[in-house]
């Protein structure tokens, strides 16, 4: 009898699993039916359709069977947004951020939103969509931004500190000051400071300032070149060689030019003129001499 009862248990429960599981492979069968009926529907809409389709109709059909073709048309149908998007955040940043760049990192926040917008929680994709495009653009710039973020973060701390007190007190605030309007001690404040003014990057092709006519000048167009030597010093130093030297023999032309203008030595100007030391060095107070009797009268010009 118990091993009856066993057999008999083992027939019914082999059976209502057998039952169970022609239910459920039934219903995978028609999910996968269904699913593959979408997707051949989802494959004969061509792009033509899509034009002619409102913009909800296209998300119910995209997210019931998404394909590259639907995508790419939701992409560029949202592309305006981005570009708006990058243009005003593009205002508060400085010239030299490219507006193209920008627009490229809000690229990737569009299809990541695409990708992960839910049709069914009744967001308008617009308002969710600007939020991911501005969080990828942030994420690109701080990406490319040298300096670290408690750095920028202290650098505002202190600037809105700072203007915060000019602004009531229509003043420059001290140091001082801006300690007791930040609550903070002068240790503290120093350390604020030294933090805030880190070394500055500064790129040539960004603007100086704007001209009538279609070229802007531009930071390399203001630059001081102190390799380049200025032309009026120039030829104010060879006018004044010539003076010096005019009415001078060759010989001691040669002993003040040596001297000083090629910086050489009493001997090795002896040498070159073929002439002793103690010579030169004659020759040169002799000539040192009679140029300042010629000059005295010309110091106004000077």
């Known amino acids: 009898m118990p091993k009856a009862t066993t057999k008999a248990g083992r027939k019914s429960v082999s ?86 760049d920008l627009m490229s990192s809000g690229l990737f926040g569009l299809m990541d939103a695409i990708d992960a917008f839910d049709l069914n929680r009744g967001v308008k994709f617009e308002t ?22 408690l750095v920028r973060s202290r650098t505002a701390k202190v600037e809105r500190a700072r203007r915060s007190f000019e602004m009531q007190h229509g003043r420059r605030a001290t140091e001082s000051e801006i300690c007791n309007r930040m609550e903070v001690d002068k240790n503290e404040f120093g350390k604020l400071s030294r933090d805030s003014k880190p070394v500055g990057v500064v790129s040539l092709n960004r603007k100086w300032f704007e001209t009538d006519s279609n070229k802007d000048v531009r930071e390399i167009d203001v630059v001081k070149d102190h390799r380049q030597e200025n032309p009026v010093t120039q030829l104010q130093r060879d006018d004044l060689k010539l003076l010096m030297t005019k009415g001078l023999s060759r010989a ?3 002993i003040i030019i040596l001297y000083y203008y090629e910086e050489m030595t009493m001997k090795e100007i002896g040498i070159t003129l073929d002439l002793s030391e103690s010579r ?22 000077f």
């Open 15 to 100: 059976s209502a699993t057998g039952s169970g599981s022609g239910r459920t492979s039934k219903s995978a069968t028609s999910t996968s039916k269904t699913r593959k009926k979408v997707r051949r529907k989802t494959q004969a809409v061509t792009l033509e359709v899509l034009v002619d389709m409102e913009i909800g109709e296209v998300w119910v059909l995209y997210q019931a069977g998404p394909s590259d073709m639907i995508r790419n048309f939701l992409i560029e149908n949202y592309l305006p947004l981005v570009r708006y998007t990058a243009e005003r955040m593009h205002t508060r940043l400085p010239s030299e951020v490219d507006v193209e």
């Open 128 to 149: 969710y969509c600007t939020q991911r495009i501005r969080g990828a653009i942030f994420d690109e710039l701080r990406a490319m931004d040298w300096v670290p973020r």
């Open 252 to 254: 001691e032309r040669l």
């Open 280 to 301: 030169v060095s004659q020759m040169h107070s002799s000539i040192l001499a009679r140029l300042k009797a010629q000059m005295q009268h010309r110091t106004k010009e």
